[in-house]
């Protein structure tokens, strides 16, 4: 995967299979209290200063990329604001059931020799605060079928709810004001 602009991200193409962390185990997050719940979900395992000024919030990293006026986020909605993002970074994004799985690992035999391809899609959910439309929550799925998410900069991604309860559908969750809104797979295939 090639993002369109690394130096306006400062990433640097060689290195993306280390900057897009889809592994399945949380604790390898390396960027952990300067990456939120969007970052998270993303995969996007990059400290957010050396990127922009806010760069996790819906929008902004599409807007730095595309050199799009900040002042025009306002009127878009957090899903618009998530498919710029995604066109920026080449990350393919289509609308999706929470119960599909992603590809974490493709390997496959050519001529007797084993090739493996990176070939990465995961599920993530995006929640909404009802009070606050601007609020948003992201929740990422798991080859094992459990969702962890991350609350805020200073925590750990974890696998439950408020309620203590393990995530196994993101529809059904207490995540407090935030409400489920729908799900999204992203792959870093040329198809999703």
């Known amino acids: 995967m090639i993002y369109l602009a690394p130096s306006k991200l400062n990433l640097k193409p060689s290195e993306i299979t280390r900057d897009i962390n889809i592994d399945e185990i949380p604790m390898y997050w390396y960027n952990i209290f300067t990456t939120n719940c969007y970052a998270y979900a993303l995969g996007l395992d990059v400290d957010e200063s050396s990127i922009a000024e806010c760069a996790y919030q819906p929008g902004v990293m599409g807007s730095v990329i595309f050199n799009y006026p900040l002042i025009n986020l306002k009127n878009m909605s957090t899903e618009e604001k998530i498919f710029l993002d995604m066109e920026a970074l080449k990350i ?101």
């Open 92 to 192: 393919r994004i289509k609308e999706a059931n929470p119960s599909d799985n992603g590809d974490y690992r493709i390997f496959h035999k050519k001529d007797n020799e084993t090739v493996s391809s990176i070939s990465f899609s995961w599920i993530i959910s995006l929640y909404e605060n009802e009070n606050d439309l601007n609020d948003f929550h992201f929740a990422r799925k798991t080859d094992n079928g459990i969702w962890y998410h991350k609350e805020g900069y200073s925590n750990k991604p974890i696998s439950y709810d408020n309620d203590r309860n393990r995530i196994l559908d993101p529809r059904n969750c207490n995540l407090g004001d935030y409400k489920y809104k729908k799900s999204f797979k992203l792959s870093l295939n040329r198809e999703c």
